[in-house]
């Protein structure tokens, strides 16, 4: 069965200082790659995604990932983080031995910005 | 779009009781996916639908556990009866199209305690 990995639990951080959280996937085939975040009170919302293409993936407030297939990784990083963004962020995949259908996702990373 | 919407947002109730949490789709999304966030387990899928169809109820803890999609546009998720380790949030999604090449989104999420 695939699995996804989240290795760093809890990440403090001052403001200014740039992010690096890793995911690892277990799938060997096509997968699809997504990174959510769930602000303090609020529920999970897209972050970015990979479906193909272009490996290093652009998304929103300033956060891009990487894919890279050797590694079986898709890590999220921000060169300067901001206190708002104290979240927590879920890695999950998405396998085509799964027909595509459901997402598995990572235990998630709480990451605490102090100002 | 008001988003996908879930009801009750905290319920708080007695170890034994019937628990029904609900939750309605985006309109037009022909996926819906339940599931439980824990800090000792993360966030895990318990059970999703295509076209009020359930697709794969493999994550569904006990048979305490029912859900049901009458129609495209509710679904509830029914615990009965409860026990004190069924805490948690509980999130509805949902997507237009298969899970990995689509953006889910979620509810708020139910945030569940059993006393």
């Known amino acids: 069965a695939q699995s996804v990995s989240q290795h760093n639990h809890h990440v403090i951080l001052s403001e200014a200082a740039s992010l690096e959280l890793g995911c690892n996937y277990s799938y060997g085939g096509t997968v699809n790659l997504f990174w959510y975040v769930q602000y303090p009170g609020q529920h999970l919302q897209l972050l970015l995604k990979?479906?193909?293409?272009?490996?290093l993936v652009k998304g929103i407030k300033g956060f891009e990932a990487e894919f890279i297939k050797s590694k079986f990784s898709f890590n999220l990083r921000k060169p300067s983080v901001q206190w708002s963004d104290t979240a927590e962020y879920f890695c999950a995949v998405n396998a085509g031995n799964t027909g595509f259908q459901k997402l598995v996702f990572g235990t998630g990373t709480r990451l605490l910005v102090s100002p | 779009d008001a988003g996908v919407i879930q009801s009750p947002r905290h319920e708080v109730t007695e170890m034994g009781q019937e628990v029904t949490l609900r939750c309605k789709p985006i309109s037009g999304h022909d996926y819906l996916f339940w599931y439980r966030q824990t800090m000792m387990r993360g966030l895990e899928l318990l059970i999703y639908f295509n076209n009020n169809v359930p697709i794969d109820d493999s994550g569904m803890p006990e048979d305490r556990f029912s859900a049901k999609m009458p129609n495209a546009s509710f679904s509830t998720l029914k615990i009965q009866p409860s026990e004190p380790r069924d805490s948690a949030v509980y999130f509805c999604a949902s997507s237009l199209g298969l899970a990995g090449a689509e953006t889910q989104y979620f509810g708020p999420g139910t945030r569940l305690l059993v006393l």
């Open positions: 990979y479906f193909s293409g272009d490996p």
